[in-house]
């Protein structure tokens, strides 16, 4: 796959977070998804945000500004309510939805945003406007057709991402 091959919506909505979180990404499984010609659920944006400057509150509004219809999925203000974080070091996660495409922008630390850290092999992969880049895992496991492992978020959100890949990619062999 290369960047002439990501929709120009992604690009768009990527670079218009970008003007308030430079660092943000497009990551994960909407891109391998892409890449493998599969049906593709959202499109996960990640912001590498510690919150030094503020709150997720803060965070929600700059991302309002560009977004009005943003809602709210989960933040960390609500986990020690019971609601459970998709991630470690997610401080909140928020949905978009425009022109056909499902955006989740997950608002997390440097770990969360850091795609070596990410739980599945075949899911280390990102776009950060300018170039893709695939961890060594990823390209491994997308030759070796595996879903492999390698960080482990939670046992139950584990078995059921691994359930969705498997239907998704019923060719790969689970591995952990």
């Not at 091959?5 to 970008?18: C, F, G, N, S, T």
């Not at 599945?120 to 895992?137: H, M, P, S």
């Not at 482990?152 to 952990?176: L, N, S």
Request: hydrophobic letters at 35%; one cysteine or more; charged letters at 25%.
């Amino acid at each position: 796959m290369e960047v002439k091959d990501i929709p120009d919506a992604w690009k768009y909505m990527l670079h218009k977070i970008q003007e308030v979180f430079p660092q943000a990404i497009i990551a994960g499984g909407c891109l391998r998804d892409l890449q493998n010609g599969k049906p593709i659920k959202d499109v996960d944006i990640f912001i590498n945000d510690d919150l030094s400057n503020g709150s997720i509150s803060d965070t929600k509004t700059e991302l309002q500004i560009l977004m009005p219809e943003l809602i709210t999925v989960c933040t960390n203000e609500y986990s020690n309510q019971g609601v459970s974080l998709m991630m470690r070091n997610v401080q909140g996660v928020f949905r978009y939805d425009v022109d056909g495409n499902h955006y989740e922008i997950i608002v997390g630390s440097t770990e969360a945003c850091d795609i070596n850290h990410f739980d599945f092999g075949i899911c280390q992969i990102k776009y950060d406007n300018k170039e893709l880049v695939f961890t060594d895992a990823y390209e491994q496991d997308t030759k070796n057709k595996v879903i492999r492992v390698l960080n482990d978020h939670g046992h139950e959100r584990t078995v059921k991402r691994i359930a969705r890949m498997q239907a998704k990619y019923p060719d790969f062999t689970v591995v952990q």
